[in-house]
């Protein structure tokens, strides 16, 4: 099946730092990615649409200077958390779709920020 | 714009007890409809899905039906094991391939 990861698994980092999250498409090509977060015990909060090639879309209220998201290749996405501070302490949760299942979101592990 | 609202939890079942949790849907135009569960600390697992109407969907023991005239896709077990434990998130994804809408998720525990 569609596999996608994150990485890292979990960060902790000072704040005032970056912190970049990778999402990969381990055995398929992804024409979207999506970058969520999640607080603690809610529901997934989508920040931005990634597509390959192009600049990614975001959800209303949500700083595109601050989360920075580049989709370089059709594996490969990344979020950076610019200038993190304890606030941005969360759960990210990236999501792809393939070509060939176009609707279906396969999502990674997620990725757990803690800035101090 | 789409939605999907889910049954409210917790929800806290003995085991080997039934399991029903509640989702509807509003959308335009014919969604695919998925549950996923996340257990803790880890992310979204694709737990069932159904792409059109009266289509069932089923993993695990677990079973929804797509029901396009009562807008629903509840989701249910008939003996669920401590195992399920975990959050349940009903989600629908448009024709379009547009971004999906989530559920805000249902805690369940079973207990021994």
């Known amino acids: 099946g569609a596999v996608v990861s994150q990485h890292p698994s979990w960060v902790i980092c000072k704040s005032g730092t970056s912190v970049k999250i990778e999402c990969r498409s381990l055995d398929f090509q992804a024409t979207t990615m999506f970058w969520y977060r999640q607080f603690p015990k809610q529901s997934l909060m989508l920040m931005a649409t990634s597509n390959e090639g192009s600049k990614a879309t975001y959800e209303q209220g949500v700083e595109k200077d601050k989360f920075l998201i580049n989709h370089a290749s059709l594996t490969l996405s990344t979020l950076t958390v610019t200038s993190a501070h304890p606030e941005d302490s969360s759960f990210y949760i990236c999501s792809a779709i393939s070509g060939s299942s176009y609707n279906e979101q396969f999502f990674g592990p997620g990725t757990r920020l803690t800035v101090l | 714009g789409n939605s999907v609202t889910q049954m409210e939890g917790p929800v806290t079942l003995s085991e080997e007890a039934f399991l029903t949790i509640n989702c509807t849907y509003t959308?335009?135009?014919?969604?695919?409809l998925f549950w996923y569960v996340q257990y803790p600390g880890e992310g979204l697992q694709l737990l069932l899905k159904a792409t059109k109407a009266d289509d069932k969907g089923s993993n695990k023991g677990f079973e929804a039906t797509y029901r396009k005239e009562t807008t629903s896709f509840h989701l249910e077990k008939g003996s669920v094991q401590v195992s399920d434990s975990a959050v349940y998130f009903c989600a629908l994804s448009p024709s379009n391939a547009g971004k999906s809408t989530f559920g805000d998720g249902t805690t369940l525990t079973v207990k021994p």
């Open positions: 959308a335009t135009g014919y969604p695919s």
